[in-house]
């Protein structure tokens, strides 16, 4: 795995889920194979980096047909460990938290969210989107009986650490973070910031010098 990881870059393993969405979409369709210059044309890549992100999979295509669409599906889901269930749980019932568990696009990569935390009473007992609001004090337990692999932080920024803490000594082995604090983790732990503030950010600044 740690060769894997070291092959790919960050940009390569953020375009394969666009590969793999539009491969999917292809599946469907009942075609067969498609070519690097195709799926960059389509995705409004270059073909040559299709060529160098794929090729990470290890796949080979063929000459004057491409790749076979199916195998390149697997190869990329292998690769990025999407054809595996993670178990997941949210920390923070709020409308965050809410928006994440009505999301039904994680399941098909593979992380299953089970339930979420939150230490309001108020929402503690509560069904959102068919998950039940458990007591903060019961995550612990809770993710050593269900092999908890991903824990996903949507508490205020406040909190934030506080709940890092509790996931790391709870063993969970990654952690999504939706706040803005940098949180202080052991080297083991794979933390994956996702503040949208940050990105609004950049999508303001580029606004601001567009032309």
């Known amino acids: 795995m740690a060769n894997e990881i070291s092959s790919a870059s960050v940009p390569t393993l953020r375009r394969l889920p666009l ?14 194979y498609i070519s690097s210059t195709t799926l960059a044309k389509q995705l409004k890549f ?40 993670m178990n997941a749980v949210i920390v923070g019932a709020g409308a965050l938290g809410s928006a994440l568990l009505g999301y039904t696009g994680f399941e098909d990569s ?36 269900n092999n908890i692999s991903v824990g996903i932080i949507t508490v205020p920024a406040s ?14 082995k990654s ?10 983790t052991p080297k083991n732990i794979i933390v994956k910031n996702q503040d949208p503030i940050r990105g609004l950010a950049e999508l303001t600044f580029r606004l601001k010098h567009s032309k």
């Open 19 to 32: 590969y793999l969405h539009y491969l999917k979409q292809l599946k469907e369709k009942e075609i067969l």
């Open 46 to 85: 270059e073909a040559i980096q299709v060529r160098k992100d794929l090729a990470v999979t290890g796949i080979v295509g063929r000459p004057k047909i491409g790749y076979p669409v199916s195998e390149l599906i697997k190869k990329i889901e292998r690769f990025i460990n999407w054809d595996k269930t």
């Open 110 to 145: 593979g992380l299953k969210i089970l339930s979420a935390f939150d230490a309001d009473i108020n929402k503690i007992g509560s069904v959102i989107h068919e998950r039940p609001v458990l007591s903060l004090n019961d995550l612990p337990k809770y993710i050593k009986e």
């Open 159 to 172: 909190s934030a650490q506080q709940i890092c803490d509790l996931l790391v000594s709870a063993k969970v």
């Open 175 to 184: 952690i999504w973070n939706f706040t803005p604090v940098v949180l202080e």
